[in-house]
C-alpha cells in the first residue's frame, strides 16, 4: 500500500496538481474579464472585496471620522456592491483601513485583481517559509499548494476578498522565525497580526507561556506601534471609537453570520440563540482550552515547536470570539505537520478538505461543517503535537528514541 508521502510526491499528483492551478488561474482571468464595474454573471465580483474597497475609498475621501459610522459604510459601498445590495461592515483597526487606501485608487475590478493575486502570494510565500521545517513540502511542494489553495476556508480567503493569506503568512513568519531562535523578529510577525488581535492574542499567550520573552517584548513595541498609528488617524480615543463601532453592529452581525461562525463562543451563541447560560459554558470551555494548550506550550514548544504550532493553530481559531469560516484557512498549517509526521494521515486531511466543502450547506444547516474540520485539525493537532516526536532531544540532549 503506498505511504501518503509516496503518493503526494508520485509525478502524476504533482502534475494534476499544477493543472488544478493553472485551472484556478485561468478562472481568476476569465473572472476578471466578465462583466463590468463590481458585477459578473455569478454575481458581486470579490464577494467581500466590496468591504474592504469601499473603506479605503472613505480614507482617500478623508471621512475618516466616520470611518466606523455603518451609515457612512454603507454610502461608500452602495456602487460597488452590485445587484446584491447591502454592505458588509469593516471592523478592523483603523491602520488597515489605511494600508487598503492604495488599492481603492485602482478601478474596483483592477483592484480585486491586484488584491487577489496579493493574496495568493501571501499564502504560498507562508508555505514556503516552512519548507525547511516541514518534509512534506520539500517532498510534494505543489500538491501541498494545490490542496491548501482548494480548501474550501483558504480559498474564500484569498480569492472572494479577504485576507487570510495575510494572517497565514505572519503565523507562518512567526512559526519560522522561532524556529530559527529569532525570537525579536517573531514577536514582530505577531504584532503585526495584531490586525487581526482575536487570533494574535491567544498566540501572544501560548508563546509566553514558553518563556519566549523577547518575543512578547517585541511584539509589545509593535503593538503600542500600532496604537501610535491608529491614534494618529482618529484621535488618542481610537480604540473606544472602534470598540463601540463594532458593539453597535453585532447583533446585525451575530443575525447574518450565525451559520458561518466558527469558535467555541459564536456556536455556543448560534446554536443557543443567544442564552446567557450557553456563552457561560463557552467561556468556560475557552479557559480549559486556552490552559491545555499554553501548558502544551511550557513543556514541548522548546523540543518540539512544529507539534505545538499544530495544536496552536486551530485552537486560537476556536478560542477567538470572532472568527468565520475563511479564518479556518490556517489549519492547513496543521495538516501539513500531521502530513510531515505520518504516514495515515492522508485520508484525515482529506476528510478535512471535504469538510471544507461543507461550507455550502452552512445556511440549510444551521451551523457551517466548517467548524467541524477545526476541531479535527486540533484533535490531529494534538495527536501529533501533543507527544514527543521520536527523534525528540530530552532536557539533557540525548534523542528520546535512544533512552532506555
Not at 488618542?236 to 453585532?250: E, I, K, N, P
Request: with cysteine.
Amino acid at each position: 500500500m503506498s505511504t501518503a508521502t509516496e503518493l503526494l510526491s508520485d509525478p502524476r499528483a504533482r502534475r494534476f496538481s499544477l493543472a488544478v492551478l493553472v485551472a484556478l488561474g485561468v478562472a481568476l482571468v476569465l473572472t476578471a474579464l466578465s462583466g463590468s464595474g463590481s458585477s459578473t454573471a455569478a454575481g458581486r465580483l470579490g464577494g467581500d472585496h466590496v468591504e474592504f474597497y469601499g473603506t479605503g475609498k472613505m480614507v482617500l475621501d478623508g471621512q475618516l471620522d466616520e470611518l466606523y459610522d455603518p451609515d457612512a459604510q454603507e454610502a461608500a459601498q452602495a456602487p460597488y456592491a452590485g445587484d446584491d445590495g447591502g454592505y458588509l461592515y469593516f471592523g478592523y483597526p483603523p491602520h488597515v483601513a489605511v494600508a487598503y487606501a492604495p488599492l481603492a485608487a485602482l478601478p474596483f475590478r483592477l483592484s480585486w485583481v491586484v488584491t487577489t493575486a496579493l493574496m495568493v502570494g501571501a499564502a504560498v510565500g507562508g508555505l514556503a517559509l516552512l519548507r525547511p521545517v516541514l518534509p512534506i513540502l520539500r517532498t510534494a511542494w505543489w500538491p501541498c499548494v494545490a490542496l491548501s489553495l482548494t480548501f474550501v476556508p483558504l480559498f474564500v480567503g484569498v480569492g472572494l476578498g479577504q485576507n487570510t493569506g495575510v494572517s497565514l503568512l505572519l503565523v507562518a513568519a512567526a512559526w519560522r522565525l522561532l524556529h530559527d531562535d529569532r525570537e525579536a523578529a517573531a514577536g514582530v510577525a505577531l504584532g503585526l497580526l495584531l490586525f487581526k488581535p482575536q487570533l494574535a492574542i491567544p498566540l501572544l499567550v501560548f508563546v509566553a507561556a514558553a518563556g519566549r520573552w523577547r518575543a512578547i517584548a517585541s511584539a509589545t513595541v509593535v503593538g503600542a506601534a500600532t496604537w501610535v498609528a491608529g491614534a494618529l488617524i482618529l484621535g488618542v480615543g481610537w480604540v473606544g471609537t472602534w470598540l463601540d463601532g463594532l458593539s453597535a453592529f453585532g447583533d446585525i452581525d451575530r443575525a447574518s453570520n450565525a451559520v458561518n461562525t466558527i469558535s467555541i463562543l459564536g456556536v455556543a451563541d448560534t446554536l443557543a440563540d443567544g442564552a446567557t447560560a450557553a456563552k457561560a459554558v463557552a467561556v468556560a470551555l475557552d479557559l480549559v482550552l486556552l490552559g491545555a494548550v499554553a501548558l502544551l506550550w511550557r513543556r514541548r514548544s522548546g523540543r518540539d515547536l512544529d507539534g505545538a504550532m499544530a495544536v496552536a493553530v486551530p485552537a486560537a481559531i476556536l478560542l477567538a470570539p470572532h472568527a468565520l469560516y475563511y479564518d479556518a484557512g490556517l489549519i492547513v498549517l496543521t495538516a501539513l505537520v500531521a502530513l510531515s509526521r505520518s504516514e495515515r494521515a492522508l485520508p484525515w486531511v482529506l476528510g478535512g478538505w471535504v469538510l471544507g466543502l461543507g461550507q455550502v450547506l452552512g445556511a440549510r444547516l444551521g451551523l457551517t461543517p466548517v467548524v467541524f474540520a477545526v476541531l479535527l485539525a486540533l484533535a490531529g493537532g494534538w495527536i501529533v503535537g501533543g507527544r514527543e516526536p521520536a527523534d525528540a532531544p530530552d532536557p539533557a540532549g540525548q534523542p528520546l528514541s535512544s533512552r532506555s
